[in-house]
């Protein structure tokens, strides 16, 4: 559980209390209920996390894009609902080399546009496995994207990096050596599903 979780239900709860005191107890049960869905979505399930030369998504959703940037970089696009676990993790081992915030729009997070538009945090990785590039992006719904590593920290694949609140969207961006292992449509978790392998070549390298 995710504490900004807990916070939210405890203040939520206590809303819902003193209006049931102060009136009648129908008119506290939708803070009540709202307190019961925060709890359902800061949960922060544990995950076991695939080994070797792999991609692991850094997100839980359904993959609405699988886009060639350009000849030498793959996008890998996902859309977290507000259904899904919202916990971040890196998809490598390696060092985080470049955090970057730019503010933007608040489009619906499963649009192609909103890749470019909307607020997000870019996140560079350099390891064995080369360097791979991820997004946090805000959606309709989300308005605070939470990062609690730091530039020049380690991390390890699949382990919790950050969090963005309500619906959104995580964008992976991966370089020719990989071997993409996920298509359009699909469901992904973050730290257990593989998104993609090191091709035999470059792990050889």
Not at 99 to 128: D, K, M, W
Request: glycine residues 10%; hydrophobic residues 45%.
């Amino acid at each position: 559980m995710v504490a900004d979780g807990i916070y939210y239900a405890v203040a939520l709860a206590a809303g819902g209390g003193i209006v049931s005191f102060l009136t009648r107890p129908i008119y506290g049960l939708p803070m009540f209920l709202l307190a019961a869905f925060c709890l359902y979505f800061f949960r922060d399930p544990d995950r076991e996390v695939p080994a070797g030369p792999v991609a692991v998504s850094p997100a839980d959703g359904k993959i609405v894009s699988i886009h060639q940037e350009s000849p030498e970089l793959t996008r890998i696009s996902i859309f977290l609902s507000i259904f899904d676990v919202h916990v971040n993790r890196a998809p490598v081992s390696g060092a985080i080399t470049d955090v970057s915030y730019r503010p933007g729009r608040f489009l619906v997070a499963s649009r192609e546009e909103a890749s470019l538009e909307n607020e997000q945090n870019a996140v560079t990785i350099e390891g064995e496995t080369g360097r791979v590039v991820f997004k946090q992006i805000a959606g309709l719904i989300a308005r605070r994207i939470v990062f609690s590593k730091k530039q020049g920290e380690a991390v390890r694949a699949g382990e919790r990096v950050g969090l963005i609140k309500f619906g959104s969207r995580v964008d992976v961006f991966l370089g020719p050596a990989w071997e993409i292992q996920v298509a359009q449509g699909s469901r992904v978790k973050a730290g257990s599903s593989i998104l993609a392998r090191l091709g035999a070549a470059a792990g050889e390298g």
